[in-house]
């Protein structure tokens, strides 16, 4: 065998905040290759950063179908991974993998020294237990960040990411930052709805002012009634955050627009709305005229 050309490794990690960076994988790998007399050289390693192992499926993850397509054609001995889990945290696409590996000949081997090795001598029963494990605890893992999600976000926090037009995301305070340019096309485009403008005429009339979309980004895209409804209807210019069912104040955080301008608003994009979606405008303005939940804690 020529271990030198036959020998692989792979490494995944979702985040760069992540305890298993890339960095600490393939360090604990090289060192695995060490101590078993085997030299893995850099080509020879399978990398996708970035990568979920839970939201993005096997069949999209370029790099481990890189290394299991080099496998199908017989030319991987070993190969070397941190822990199951960087494989993939689903149960059924851990066991596809493994039976994959298996019936190419390939042996698996973990440079975690707590991880249990990979041993078939009780037929998939062990692996089976492994694989509903390792879900389980990814599964429980979700839970925990979305409940911490929802309890940051009912302190008034900011929790949905970057916020879009009209607001910038600063990670260090974790608050959102009003864009001057952006906010004072939100504040026209709301007091040009709450005056009766349509959707319509209200993308025409930016347009011809050449009111940038999202310049921030340099995009110069043209205004939409799409858009126009989109900012149009978003309780954030108020200062209220939507998510897990409740709305909040957000803490420091100022409304770009008066609560009055933004309901009269909301009726004209009723008015302008299907028929279909009329219900639900409804409900959604009803929803954002009672009493917020950290306001009423205030």
């Excluded at 975690?112 to 990814?138: N, R, S």
Aim: with cysteine.
């Amino acid at each position: 065998m020529n271990v030198n050309k036959e020998v692989s490794a792979y490494i995944r990690a979702s985040t760069n905040q992540q305890q298993l960076t890339l960095a600490f994988q393939k360090r604990k790998n090289i060192e695995a290759a060490q101590n078993l007399g085997i030299i893995l050289k850099e080509e020879n390693i399978f990398t996708d950063a970035g990568v979920s192992g839970f939201k993005i499926p096997m069949e999209q993850r370029k790099n481990l179908q890189a290394m299991l397509k080099k496998a199908k054609k017989g030319e991987v001995s070993h190969l070397i991974v941190f822990k199951r889990d960087r494989l993939t945290r689903r149960a059924r696409e851990y066991l596809k993998i493994a039976h994959s590996l298996q019936e190419y000949g390939v042996q698996i081997i973990f440079s975690d020294p707590a991880e249990h090795p990979f041993i078939t001598d009780y037929g998939w029963m062990v692996e089976c237990v492994f694989a509903a494990l390792l879900q389980k605890e990814c599964e429980g893992i979700r839970e925990k960040v979305i409940l911490g999600l929802k309890t940051s976000h009912s302190m008034g926090l900011w929790t949905g990411g970057q916020p879009g037009f009209g607001f910038q995301y600063d990670k260090n305070s974790k608050k959102l930052n009003v864009i001057r340019e952006e906010s004072a096309a939100v504040k026209q485009i709301i007091h040009l709805l709450a005056n009766g403008k349509s959707p319509q005429e209200i993308a025409q009339l930016l347009n011809k002012q050449n009111t940038l979309w999202a310049a921030r980004n340099g995009k110069t895209g043209k205004w939409t009634t799409a858009k126009i409804k989109q900012i149009g209807s978003n309780p954030l210019f108020l200062g209220i955050s939507e998510r897990f069912g409740e709305k909040v104040h957000l803490k420091d955080q100022k409304p770009i627009v008066d609560m009055q301008i933004w309901q009269q608003a909301q009726e004209t994009l009723e008015k302008y709305a299907p028929a279909s979606r009329s219900k639900n405008s409804k409900k959604k303005a009803a929803f954002i005229r009672r009493p917020c939940v950290l306001c009423a804690k205030l």
